[in-house]
């Protein structure tokens, strides 16, 4: 077992599987790009177990409050090292994470967009450690975000071989 | 003729001129900066075939329905192919689509935001084929875009010399 | 003194100190990263002499006016640029700027985001120059941003060692 899966399994989280796809959209592009040793990750959504995009749905600052934000986050972080264990066959290989791009689907008036995507970061660093965890990033509010998901997270990060 | 110049000739699709500036605007910017093999492209809008911004304008689900969004997004597509073709010379030199980041103008409520994306996603894949076409996204919810244009995409590819 | 230094104090400009943290709020990820001769930048805000985030707060298009957000764009460039000298020691070790995603906090119909951002182009090329200073960029329009600050800005740049 590699020492992300150990990490995981010890804070009892597990990766969702792959994404189920909702009847009749297509997404024609790469939740994952591999090229030599950089790793770009598509804006990606909570995930459940079931593999479907996981709610609650809506705004934060109205139908989430920041602590289902910062959960909902949270399971972003699940769904993103779900696909790029997928991808890269073991995050171990993971060398260090470079920049997040957060975007907080935020009701007007709602400005604690670190606080929901602390969620993300929290439990990278928890998981990666300091040092190959660290990232730089963005925490932003969105006036709309694809299936009303309250939390959508791009990212970048490097691979060794 | 280049291969990616017949393929557009094929769908009978023309690239636009350089972009004409709206008087009194002031764009110190570049359209496309190439770093040895890397190529980033700013953010870009729909383009007519007399170099100015292009309508319909104002947001999808209020002013323009998904299908013109659709349509938007493919010439943004063309617009940003315009502008990198003046930048590297052949599109044949485009070994890979990295990252592409749609930005759709977004009416309260409406979350189709990748069913808009998909106008430049499939453009470049019909154009680029389904290796050097495939690309990272994210497709998202803007409140305001410059000019009120219904979309506007950034995007980063690789090219040989 | 360096060339940028000296050009900073030519236009009698002072960078900010290291950003004071508004009480209660946790941010955990780094504002610059650098990685051999690549500098990552997270989203920043304007920043005050003080330290602290820099008023007027609120909406371009509602509570400040085109020119403030201009002004406001011009400090977070001062920000940016006090974060990365104490993250690379010497402003003049800057060999290219690359990407630059300006998001500009916008009041329903304001549309003159690219105006706001020219704040932040036009101070960078001020003190890099033409070649130095070029980039690409967004210049887009978001539903909210943290601290209700009006622009927030992201960027990429090169460095030599």
């Given at each position: ?20 796809l ?16 950089r790793?770009?990750i ?34 972003v ?36 967009q ?8 929290d439990?990278?660093i ?11 990033r ?24």
């Open positions: 077992m590699s020492d992300i899966d150990a990490r995981l399994s010890a804070l009892g989280l597990t990766l969702p599987p792959p994404f189920t909702p009847p009749g959209l297509r997404l024609p592009f790469q939740f994952v790009q591999v090229r030599g040793t790793v770009l598509s804006g990606l959504g909570p995930q459940g177990s079931d593999g479907q995009m996981a709610g609650p749905f809506g705004k934060v600052g109205a139908e989430l409050s920041v602590e289902e934000g910062y959960a909902s986050a949270r399971l972080a699940l769904s993103m090292l779900s696909s790029l264990k997928r991808a890269i066959g073991d995050l171990d290989r993971v060398d260090g994470w470079h920049r997040v791009f957060g975007m907080v689907n935020s009701a007007p008036g709602f400005i604690q670190p606080q929901v995507i602390n969620g993300f970061s439990l990278i928890e998981l990666f450690g300091d040092e190959r965890g660290a990232h730089t963005s925490a932003v509010g969105m006036a709309e975000l694809p299936f009303n998901i309250p939390v959508e997270i791009e990212a970048e990060l490097s691979i060794h071989h």
